[in-house]
């Protein structure tokens, strides 16, 4: 039986994306399973109420946010959160894209997790969830963001001493 190879300490390898997997750190947004109901006179499935979305004062806000499509690796030098809300990016394009979370211990980020999406899918992070910036792999890199549109600082940002590499397995 051959061994796994043993990788540097400071590699992230990017798995799929699952429900479960993804749970920790917010909702997987997707149209697994049924439609919850069917409108429009029968011609479109609702999937109702898929995503957490929460905030400690201010408003949801739907915003448009155009990032540049990144390579991979990819370095990973910095994750943030937002105490005041959760957040939701919904590509605008028929491309997944790379999800980098980190579990809270102790006000700081543990170590990271990478995750990347299918075409169709969608992600809400948690209120308070350590994660990397928005992270397309292929241009147009086009998205709907639902979040916190309030007054007072709602963002935090950690930067590791040493970066990581993320990379495919």
Known sequence: ?????????????????????????????DTTGNPDKI???????????????????????LSLFQAEARQLPYRLDMVERHPEGSQAFVPM???GFLVIVAADEGGTPGRPLAFETRP???????RGTWHGVLTPLEAPGLFAVIDRIGTGDNLEEFWFDQPFE???P
Do not use: K, W
């Open 39 to 61: 409108i429009n006179q029968g011609a479109c499935g609702r999937y109702h109420d898929r995503a957490n979305l929460a905030f400690g004062d201010g408003r949801a806000g």
């Open 120 to 126: 169709g899918q969608a992600i809400n992070f948690h």
């Open 1 to 29: 039986m051959t061994a796994a190879p043993v990788l540097p300490a400071d590699v992230i390898l990017i798995e799929p994306i699952t429900e479960t997997g993804f749970a920790p750190f917010g909702d997987l947004l």
């Open 93 to 95: 394009s028929a491309h």
């Open 166 to 168: 993320v990379q495919r």
